[in-house]
C-alpha cells in the first residue's frame, strides 16, 4: 500500500521538473538580475519557479499554506494541519554567477517536522527527493526533464563515515578562513566547499558525503527539505548553539544559529567529545 506522501510526491515532481525546465531556459540566456539588499539577488527564474510550484499547490492542496521565500507571509499558516516551505532557487547566488551548484528546494512539513522533500538540481539533473521512515531516493536526470511522475525505490544510507569524514561547508565561510581558525574542524574532516546549502544537505542525504557544516544563519525554507531527506535517510541535523533537532514552520520564520547535520555515530560523537568547542568558537563569532 502507498503512501499518502508517495502519492503526494509522484504528484509533485513532474511540477519540480517544470520549474527545472523553466529555470534553466533563464540560466542559459542573458538574464537580468535584481537585489533584495546587498548580497542577496533575485532572478526572474526565483519568481518563475516560486509561480509554478505555488500555484500547483494552491490548485491540489488547497486547505495547504505555504511559507515561500519569494512570496508574502501570513501568520495563517500556523493554523494550517499542512505547511509547504519553499526555497524556488536555493543558492541563487551561484546561479547569478553560472556556478552550477544551486538547487530547487520544496519539503512538506506536519506538527513541524518535515515529512516529505525534493531537492532538484536542474544544471547538473541531480534528484534527491525522500519521505519521513521511508528513505532517500536519488538520480541524475538529463533534459529534457520528465513530463510525469518516475520510479522511486527509497533507501536508507548505511554506509559508514569515512576515516578522514568528508564535510562540506560554503565557498564563503571557507574563503573568511573560518576554519583556520576552527582547527579541529580540518584536523577530523576533509573540508570541501560546496554552494547551495539546500544542495549540499541533498547530496549528504545522498550518502556523497558525511557532514555539512555552516556557521552561517540559516533561514527556514534554506535548510527544510534538506533535514527532512536527511531525518528520511537515517541522519541527523541539528542547530548549531544549542545542538537541539530543528523544528519548523514558526512565526516569523526562524533564523537558525548555524547548522550541523551528518551521519548519525558521527553526529553523536560530535555531540559527545566535541560540543563545547563547536560552541565556544560560535559565541567568540558571535
Not at 519540480?16 to 539588499?37: G, P, Q, T
Not at 534527491?128 to 513530463?147: A, S, W
Request: hydrophobic share 40%.
Amino acid at each position: 500500500m502507498q503512501s499518502i506522501y508517495k502519492n503526494v510526491l509522484d504528484r509533485l515532481l513532474p511540477k519540480v521538473f517544470e520549474a527545472a525546465e523553466e529555470v534553466m531556459k533563464i540560466y542559459n540566456s542573458d538574464f537580468h538580475v535584481n537585489w533584495k539588499k546587498e548580497g542577496d539577488p533575485l532572478t526572474e527564474a526565483d519568481l518563475k519557479a516560486n509561480s509554478i510550484l505555488s500555484n500547483f499547490i494552491h490548485q491540489n492542496y488547497p486547505d495547504d499554506a505555504i511559507l515561500s521565500e519569494e512570496s508574502a507571509d501570513i501568520e495563517d499558516r500556523l493554523h494550517a494541519k499542512r505547511v509547504w516551505i519553499i526555497d524556488p532557487i536555493d543558492g541563487t547566488r551561484e546561479f547569478v554567477t553560472k556556478n552550477p551548484e544551486f538547487a530547487i528546494s520544496i519539503a512538506l512539513v506536519e506538527d513541524r517536522r518535515s515529512v516529505l522533500g525534493v531537492i532538484f538540481n536542474p544544471a547538473t539533473g541531480e534528484l534527491i527527493c525522500g519521505i519521513q521512515n521511508e528513505g532517500v531516493f536519488y538520480r541524475v536526470l538529463k533534459q529534457p526533464f520528465p513530463n510525469g511522475s518516475i520510479p522511486l525505490h527509497f533507501s536508507k544510507n548505511s554506509d559508514e563515515p569515512k576515516k578522514k569524514p568528508v564535510c562540506m561547508v560554503s565557498f564563503s565561510e571557507s574563503k573568511e578562513g573560518i576554519f583556520q581558525k576552527l582547527p579541529l574542524v580540518n584536523e577530523l574532516f576533509y573540508i570541501q566547499p560546496v554552494g547551495s546549502v539546500a544542495y549540499k544537505l541533498g547530496l549528504l542525504a545522498a550518502g556523497k558525503c558525511d557532514l555539512v557544516f555552516s556557521v552561517y544563519p540559516k533561514n527556514e525554507w534554506d535548510i527544510c527539505a534538506g533535514v527532512g531527506l536527511l531525518e528520511a535517510a537515517g541522519m541527523k541535523a541539528l542547530e548549531l548553539t544549542s545542538f537541539d533537532s530543528i523544528l519548523f514552520n514558526s512565526y516569523p520564520p526562524v533564523v537558525l544559529n548555524g547548522l550541523l547535520a551528518g551521519k548519525k555515530e558521527l553526529i553523536e560523537n560530535i555531540q559527545r567529545s566535541y560540543k563545547k568547542e563547536f560552541q565556544s568558537f560560535f559565541r567568540e563569532r558571535s
